[in-house]
Each structure stands twice: as C-alpha cells, then as structure tokens.
C-alpha cells in the first residue's frame, strides 16, 4: 500500500480528486466479488498517529470552572493544546474559547471508558467549532449522550451514539446508534498533517464517519438478492 501523508493524499490516491462535498455509493450484491477501493490500514495509521501526536504534547492552555462554564485561557493563532478528563466536561454546561480564526483547540482526554457529554460553547476572537477537537487515545468505550459536540477522535474506542449531532468530524473503532453528522471539518488535521505520515500502515480497520478536510463522505453498503 501506498504511504500516505494527509487527508488530500487518501482522496488523490484512492478515491481522486474530489473538489466539493460529494456523496459515494458503495454497493454490494450477493455472491459477487468485492474490493475495497479505499486503503483502511493508511487511513486507520493517519488517525491513529494524529490521536498519540496530540495525546503527547504538553498543555499550552490552562483553564478554570467559572459558574458551571470551563473557561480556557487566552489561545494563540495555530494549535494550542488542553487536558481535561471526562468529569471535568460533564461537570460543565459550557467552555469559553477565545482566539484568532487561525487557532485550534485540542481538548486531551486521557479516560479509557464513559460518557462525554454535550456542552455549549461560547466562541469569541473568531473560533468555531470547526477548530475544536475532543481528542481521546485511550478510550475503548465511549457514549455520546446526545446534544451538540464538535469534532470527536477516538480512533480505537467502541462508540455508543444514540442521538445528537457531531458538528466536523467522528473517528471511531465501531459506531452504534442514530447519531448524525453535519459537514464540516477539524482544522487542525489540515495544520498538522505534516506530524501524521504513515510509514507503516497497520492492518487494524477503523470505521470513520467524518467529514474529512471538508468533504462530506458517507458509505451506503446495499445488499441486493441475486
């Protein structure tokens, strides 16, 4: 398989070039032979190296529980980099960001299992959800409980989504539930993307249901009696 060093490259290589939002039909009849057009294992090995990247770095923001509302310090243009557990989100009912267009935010969250729960954010300085990512490396069990939740990377966690909506991106092992996601995208998959070259791509598969680099991707399995 062909290394890859970004999200651009897996759509160059494997899908072409692809200029605006697009829905891909896959479709799957008995008794016929298939083959996946999309190299998993690079794309599994991309999402993986992004997740222990930024799982690594130390943090560059502090924060404080003001009245109920997580209020992060003052963030710069480019990647800033938050800790946070589990507790601390769902002891919330909101998080403050303040920064330039530019900025992003990954929220590290070191949890193996639980439940993340929606909060509101209240953006300033030009932030949107499109630059927030809740980034969680070890968790293998995760319930989304519902609401409103920018970009989530859990790329070896089982998630449980029974209802709400993710605003960018969803990277999961296995994903249940009627959860929904709207276009949109991490900016910082794009910023950092020179951190996440594969050099080996794993044979470990992981379902993503993203919008990735703002291109809207779903996969439609249809099975059609012979």
């Known amino acids: 398989a062909a290394a890859v060093e970004s999200l651009n490259q897996i759509f160059d290589i494997y899908w072409g070039q692809i200029q605006s939002s697009a829905i891909i039909y896959i479709s799957i009849s008995q008794n016929q032979a298939f083959s996946n057009p999309l190299n998993a294992a690079a794309v599994n090995s991309y999402f993986q190296n992004a997740s222990h990247f930024w799982a690594g770095l130390s943090p560059t923001a502090s924060w404080t529980n003001v009245y109920g509302q997580i209020v992060v310090s003052a963030l710069q243009a480019g990647r800033n980099i938050v800790n946070l557990t589990l507790a601390n ?4 009912w909101g998080i403050q960001l303040s920064g330039p267009s530019n900025a992003f935010v990954v929220f590290n969250i070191t949890d193996a299992t639980g ?3 929606a909060v509101t954010f ?6 949107n959800a499109s630059n927030v990512l809740f980034n969680l490396p070890n968790s293998t069990s995760l319930v989304l409980s519902g609401g409103s939740y920018a ?3 859990a790329p070896i966690s089982s998630i449980s989504f029974p209802s709400g909506v993710v605003q960018g991106n969803l990277v999961a092992d296995t994903l249940s539930g009627s959860g929904s996601i709207q276009a949109g995208s991490f900016t910082g998959f794009a910023a ?11 044979p470990h598969m ?4 993203a919008t990735l680099l703002g291109f ?7 099975r059609t009696q012979t």
Not at 89 to 92: K, P, Q, Y
Not at 192 to 202: G, I, K, L, W
Not at 216 to 222: C, I, V
């Open 122 to 127: 209240n953006f300033s300085g030009g932030m």
């Open 151 to 153: 970009s989530v990377l």
């Open 115 to 117: 439940t993340l729960n």
């Open 216 to 222: 809207a991707l779903y996969f439609k399995r249809k």
């Open 192 to 202: 950092d993307q020179s951190n996440f070259v594969v050099a080996a791509p794993e």
């Open 206 to 209: 992981y379902l993503i249901l």
């Open 89 to 92: 989100i769902n002891s919330a």
